[in-house]
């Protein structure tokens, strides 16, 4: 063949290569691996952005912890919420498309709160950690989403929207807002992080460390989801010699729709407060304080929330005038049980239900402390317990054996509540096996939590009683 012959044929052939589509896999690796070169390829302290992605090293903050990054991260932060591209998500929300703030595995001293802008929407910050200075303030946030036209809530009050006094629909000033693989540590000053007015906030794969306040605090507004993550005032792996001091507060919810799976609290004063509605509590581990040194697994101040699937390792739960309350599948191990505590001794809608309890402590599983004067709809049943644990239920069985005409069931070490009995059931077996030998019977008297069934003559036999608190 000629030799312009074969060029012309190799230059056909280069053509329909080029006519291929591109495959995407190829596509996505030669992007990803121009982006690698691109920043080889200078300082990474001189490369701000790429794209939407944004490097606070760009901007002068120091990855190996020894500067102040502050400013840095804040400048970082501010032009990622600059680019606005004029769609909203909830109204007034910006959606930044995506945007995210590469911590790029740097370990970055802060000496004041880093504040999002307001009205950000769609945004990532990732992959790095924040450590709090010695001039950190005591009562700040390592990082806060707290607009200026959002207050703070100055007191531990419990967030009702549904109340005269509240609106329902509450100005929203972030949303959709992801924190992932980031240390917290507050260097023992102040809190990890605070949510204020935000909608649908994630923090995934995360570690709270050396918090004093709440490693997380989320006032007001809708479904912040926790999952993945770690927290504790120091690092343990329980039965610390500090376990009696510690003072903080993992997370605190006064806001509502929220869900937190799949966290271990592992050393805190409290590990979780709910004060607010419709939250789920799944997965959670709780070994931050034990009940002996006054520690509280999850304080549940508020009704209409669920615990599901939870492990309180040495601590309890406590509701306070339970409304709506359900607990169940849980784990209860080293003596830690539920505690029922009056406020205003009214409980309507609880369920404890199919939970493990097991200990030394001879203490019930479900505890009352203080008087509840309206008991309605209350289910606690279906547990098991071991060691020197006590099981108590709202239903009672037992049978009583005797020859006599009296049979008295004392439900006293079996039911929750000292004095109410709602509902009697009672079957008579009578040895002889003669229904007119026995005569008449009947329930003659229930006083608190003993029942006393009578019949009219003399008979050898048994009796069975069933008993429900629930009326």
């Known amino acids: 063949m000629r030799p312009f012959c074969l060029l012309f044929t190799l230059f056909l052939a280069l053509q329909k290569v080029k006519s291929f589509p591109r495959q995407p896999k190829l596509h996505d690796f030669k992007t990803k691996l121009h982006r690698h070169f ?4 200078s ?7 790429l794209g939407r992605v944004f490097y606070p090293t760009g901007y002068g903050a120091d990855p190996s912890g020894v500067q102040d990054s502050t400013a840095a991260i804040m400048a970082a932060i501010t032009d990622a919420a600059g680019i606005q591209n004029g769609q909203q998500l909830l109204a007034g929300v910006n959606d930044l498309g995506g945007a995210t703030v590469d911590l790029q595995g740097g370990s970055f001293k802060i000496s004041k709160p880093i504040a999002i802008p307001p009205n950000s929407g769609n945004l990532v910050i990732q992959g790095g950690t924040l450590r709090a200075s010695d001039t950190f303030p005591t009562d700040g946030y390592l990082i806060e989403l707290h607009s200026p036209s959002s207050p703070k809530t100055t007191t531990h009050e419990s967030y ?3 109340s005269e006094t509240k609106v329902r629909n509450e100005p929203i000033y972030y949303e959709d807002i992801t924190f992932r693989d980031i240390l ?5 000053i102040g809190g990890g992080l605070l949510v204020i007015d935000s909608a649908r906030t994630r923090i995934n794969n995360c570690f709270f460390l050396h918090f004093v306040t709440e490693g997380i605090l989320v006032e007001r507004g809708h479904e912040t989801f926790i999952s993945s993550t770690f927290m504790g005032e120091i690092p343990t792996i329980g ?12 997370i605190d919810l006064a806001s509502n729709d929220n869900a937190v799976t799949d966290v271990v609290i592992f050393s805190a004063n409290i590990g979780i407060v709910l004060r607010g509605q419709a939250n789920i509590i799944n997965g959670v581990h709780c070994y931050n304080k034990a009940t002996y040194f006054g520690g509280i697994g999850i304080l549940i101040k508020t009704g209409q929330n669920r615990v599901d699937n939870c492990y309180m390792d040495y601590n309890s739960i406590i509701i306070q005038d339970p409304t709506q309350v359900h607990i169940s599948n849980g784990f209860f191990l080293g003596g830690g049980n539920v505690v029922l505590k009056s406020i205003s001794g009214k409980i309507s809608g609880l369920n404890i239900i199919n939970n493990m309890f097991t200990g030394d402590d001879s203490r019930d599983v479900v505890e009352l402390d203080g008087d509840f004067v309206s008991v309605d709809q209350v289910v606690i049943d279906q547990n098991n317990a071991k060691g020197r644990m006590r099981l108590k239920s709202t239903i009672g069985k037992m049978s009583v054996a005797g020859n006599g005409t009296m049979w008295i069931a004392d439900f006293s070490t079996v039911l929750v509540f000292p004095n109410r009995i709602s509902h009697v059931q009672y079957s008579v077996y009578n040895s002889a096996g003669s229904i007119e030998g026995m005569g008449g019977h009947g329930v003659t008297n229930v006083t608190g939590t003993i029942v006393v069934v009578e019949t009219e003559k003399q008979m050898n ?3 069975w009683f069933l008993v429900d608190q629930n009326p």
Do not use: C, Q, W, Y
Request: aromatic share 8%.
């Open 38 to 41: 691109m920043i080889s390829s």
């Open 461 to 463: 036999g048994i009796v």
């Open 43 to 49: 300082s990474t302290d001189d490369v701000k952005s």
């Open 184 to 188: 917290f540590d507050s260097s023992n």
């Open 239 to 250: 039965g610390d010699e500090h376990e009696r001091n510690f003072l903080g507060t993992a």
């Open 160 to 162: 009702d929207p549904f």
